[in-house]
């Protein structure tokens, strides 16, 4: 029988279900400008950079955490307990982050803070299915109350679906070819577990990538499309922006490129957008200030990190800062 390689050491380690937050000196070093300030974590997953954060700030700070999955948020809370009324906690996807939020915080908000990586506690977790690692039902669903799960989409697209979503979203370049042994090997019986699927994939495969497993590209395509994430991630950046306060920050750590782009994408638009009004004489009710881009390049963690902590390997953080608008 057919089996994958072995996964290399540039994957984290799922058995591990601590997170073990990226950047987090530079996370802090950038994101906090108030030390009595109010910040959102919205994405706050393992709270490892939510925990730092409170032990940085004073005694008048205030942080909200959200998330969309409701074990995970339970997780934080609990971590974050002796911390008391300092810290509240929202069920919610970020991409709702701004009406997610009391209406009396808009402006005030000294920074947020979007994670996007998995949590190792997602990973580690075969029932979610979130890895090729352990076997496990073909879920991926970070809010497991309902949705589409990766299974539906599996034996439910066609070819030419399957196909642009593993070109689109995993960057795959044998995408065609593992359409189509999906669909082939369906016709069997459903492929419901992420061991199958894993396999499918590493015999449809003719080239295998050194650094990553050859199951990697299609299984963060099939999550994407099941978490509609690149949708989320967009909404989520233009909700930040908007509750920002004069000077408060948005600082985003991206995993891959398609990521990447969109965080960039989104940002500058945006400043594109209010110039281009601005200079027009245009002067539109309730457009938000502009943004200015706080790191030029993206912020990437060194040596000693990248060597202790596999997922640092591909995090870029990007910070941008809402600037004073007229009235202000």
Known sequence: MFACPAEPAAEPDPDCNEHVPVLL?????????????IYVDGTIGGAGHAAAALAELGAGARLIGMDRDREVLARARRRLSAYGDRVDMIHANYAQLEHALDPLLRGRISGVLLDLGV????????????????DGPLDMRMDRSGGTTAADLVNGADVEQLAEWFRRYGEEREAGAVARAIVRERTSGPITRTARLAEIVCRARRRHERRIHPATRVFQALRMVV????????????????????????AVISFHSLEDRCVKHTVGAHRVRWLSLQEGGVRREGLMPPVKWITKKPVMAGDEERHANPRARSAKLRVAEREPGEEE
């Open 25 to 37: 000196d530079e996370v802090l070093e950038y994101w906090i400008t108030d030390p009595d300030g």
């Open 119 to 134: 949590s190792s506690f997602q990973i580690g977790d075969a029932e979610r299915g979130m890895s090729f690692m352990h």
């Open 227 to 250: 978490n509609r994430e690149l949708e989320h991630l967009e909404a989520g950046l233009e909700g930040a922006l908007s509750v920002l306060a004069p000077g408060g920050r948005l």
